[in-house]
Nanobody
Framework: QVQLVESGGGLVQAGGSLRLSCAASGRTFSRQHMGWFRQAPGKEREFVAAITWSLGITNYADSVKGRFTISRDIAKNTVYLQMNSLKPEDTAVYYC????????????????WGQGTQVTVSS
């Protein structure tokens, strides 16, 4: 089983930065791809960024390209999401997720989820 624990959310002013962390445990095979997703009230969960655990290949949603950076520390079994130039529309609960098999940016394809961490950006 894979366990994911997020941390690092909070309240920040527009233009500010936050770094989210996701500590992972469990079978490495089950977390070949690690992703960050977010869900705002009344909206569907959406893809933010993903990274291939072994090679570190990254992908981003267009809405966060150039502002957010996903990375991983293999020794610490931790994935990070550095968020810069935050906007009010980035306000959401951010979830860390893991999947085995081929890459996907569809949240329905991810098997393991953290509890989520709230990010609120004030204008």
């Amino acid at each position: 089983q894979v366990q994911l624990v997020e941390s690092g959310g909070g309240l920040v002013q527009a233009g500010g930065s936050l770094r989210l962390s996701c500590a992972a445990s469990g079978r490495t095979f089950s977390r070949q791809h690690m992703g960050w997703f977010r869900q705002a009230p009344g909206k569907e969960r959406e893809f933010v960024a993903a990274i291939t655990w072994s090679l570190g290949i990254t992908n981003y949603a267009d809405s966060v390209k150039g502002r957010f950076t996903i990375s991983r520390d293999i020794a610490k079994n931790t994935v990070y999401l550095q968020m810069n130039s935050l906007k009010p529309e980035d306000t959401a609960v951010y979830y860390c997720a893991a999947k085995a098999g081929p890459y996907s940016d569809n949240y329905l394809h991810y098997d393991h989820w953290g509890q989520g961490t709230q990010v609120t950006v004030s204008s």
